[in-house]
């Protein structure tokens, strides 16, 4: 792994996005559009242009049609175990993921695509990279290693919307053994500041709300921004940094910036990994929407840390401690 050398226990400045308009949806809202996707159930025998057209026909609102969309491909569509184990982004087409009823990022998104175009709405899918693990942090990939979606409402910037139907499928193991199917909402016209932390498009044009790393070398550089910082409308950390080099002297500092709304219970450092894990509660503070603590690492090593809020992962580091 290659890294960067830094003093962590000397000040860091945080990196730090603000509150953008967002279109993160409203499970009220969408409530009676999913109720009527699951009704519909998985619609085997269909085409995605009459799946696309049975799912949007009895909503007039674009917004709607898009949700009706999105709803059936991330509770239809499982994430294709062999391909992620491979790490394979390779382009699907609407028709084979059908089939299958299994995709890639790629499959995913170009089914979203493909079914939007058919209901009429602007819909272009987006080349990018993620960070999956630890070991990402400073190593982009030779090759693109995600693929998304832009939605178009309006003619207006502020009308341009993230989704992401893999993400919002549900997750699989760290072996890629095991795929559980289950929705989540955050990435249907997600909140873009977090998006923009956890997504680098191949063209920063897509990088909507005008936050965000600038450069694939920046955003290989910072920490993992965990599927769960949803939960916490997180909107930016310090260190900056993925990799901490620090002491066993002195205690590094985190702060947290969530959305003003959050409600927080603990705190706690994952330290390690596997069998050699160990899970720590920190003492927090709150000041407006920041949550800050410090941390003394006591062993001298190298090892993988995730920040915890309300026992679930929305960081991970990488620390090196020495004496």
Known sequence: MKTISFLLFIAVPAFFVGNNALAQSDNNRFKAIDEYVQSLGRLDTLNAGTISYVLTKKFPDNTDKTRAIFYWIA???????????????????????????KANANGFATLFQDMCSVAKIRCLTVDGYIKKTVEDINNKPDEFNHTW??????????????????WASGYADEKFTVFTKKFDDSYFFADKALFNLQH???????????????SAKDFFSQPIVQKEASEFGIRGYSPTEGIIKANTKKAVPFNIKTSANTKIEIVSLQIGKDKKSRTKTVDYTINGSTVSFSYKFDEEDSYPVSVLINNKPV?????????
């Open 75 to 101: 509770n239809n569509i499982s994430i294709d175990l062999k391909k992620a184990k491979q790490n394979s982004n390779e382009k699907m087409y609407g028709d084979e993921v059908l089939k299958t009823r």
């Open 149 to 166: 979606a832009v939605v178009q409402l309006g003619q207006s910037p502020e009308t341009w919307f993230y989704a992401d139907p893999e």
């Open 200 to 214: 680098f498009p191949d063209n920063l044009a897509w990088q909507l709300g005008g936050t965000g790393p600038k």
């Open 315 to 323: 960081l991970g580091y990488f620390v090196e401690i020495t004496e």
